[in-house]
């Protein structure tokens, strides 16, 4: 981004929350005209697209210009289905000014809140291997026309909103990085979200918010705005009855290898979907150890979104 267009930008986002006093931020630009796209019908748990829906009846009515697209759950044991707005994926586009895009980059970041976990993992721990299954994407061959790029957390700033439908948080400043990675978060969480039993089958989700009814770039993809990954601290907690899988470094199962998660959620952050098994992926939906290589159908799913970037 040109710095006169990143000047504009934090110009926006000052005014924004200047005239909005304490009501909830918008995105840093909400004027860009909507597109018509047309999609096919939702899938997956109804239960939980019917909460979808509701978080985005609560954003329509308040104006703001995202929408909650889809949710992908990782699981141990049996699986739980994606849910999905749209049957139609969605991408992010490169230099798009309403997400504060770092021209043809990808950005993420880890929330430098709820970054140790019950199992006894140190803030440091969970964050260098977050960060190594990143770089792991980041050299992968299928994105090398892309570069993913940390950002730094802003101390004391709430990164997170998908929270705040559910009461565990307020509806953050989504804009400082295009993936978030949330950290550890109470099994509750979990329950409210994937529903009865969620909280102590589900390592981690990803959710991914588009910008509404807009194809900015004329792909027939909808745009992503944001993606948050969320980790379940259920896993290895004392007092709970999943203490028997705890989170950890390099850890064979029945713990829970954080990089593996890692890996596995930002591939989604990146727009894959789930693969089998079979075949093996890093991107099958029920946990299976720990995996830090991508599989052959894992470079497959990468090239076909991001061999084209950064042009449609
Ligand atoms: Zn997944």
Known sequence: MKISALFISLLLIVAVIISC????????QATTPEVTTSFGQGTGDPAVLA???????????QGLDIRVEAIEFFTIGGGRPSARIHQQPFR???NDGRRAAQ?????YLIDDENETTASGLSAAQTRNAINTAMDTWNND???KKVDLVKRPTAGGIDHTIFDSFFGFGGYGEWWHA??????????????????????RGILAFSVTFTFTGTDANGDNYSDTALNEVYYNDTFGDPGD????????IDIALPGIDVETVGLHENGHSLE?????????????????????????IDQAGMNAVWSSWPNP
Do not use: C
């Not at 006093?21 to 840093?28: A, R, Y």
């Not at 021209?103 to 950005?107: A, F, L, N, R």
């Open 141 to 143: 061959k299928a994105l």
């Open 21 to 28: 006093g304490k009501e909830q931020p918008t995105s840093p």
């Open 178 to 199: 295009d993936i978030v990675n949330a950290g550890w978060w109470p099994r509750a969480y979990f329950e409210a979200v994937g529903g009865p039993g969620g909280g």
């Open 51 to 61: 909460k979808l829906h509701a978080i985005n009846d609560q954003l329509e009515a």
């Open 103 to 107: 021209g043809e980059d990808i950005t």
């Open 92 to 94: 992010w586009v490169p």
């Open 272 to 296: 894959l979907g789930h693969f089998g098994p079979p075949p093996d992926a890093v991107m099958n939906p029920v946990y299976a150890g720990p995996r830090h290589t991508p599989f052959p």
């Open 241 to 248: 009855d999943r203490a028997g899988n705890p989170w950890g």
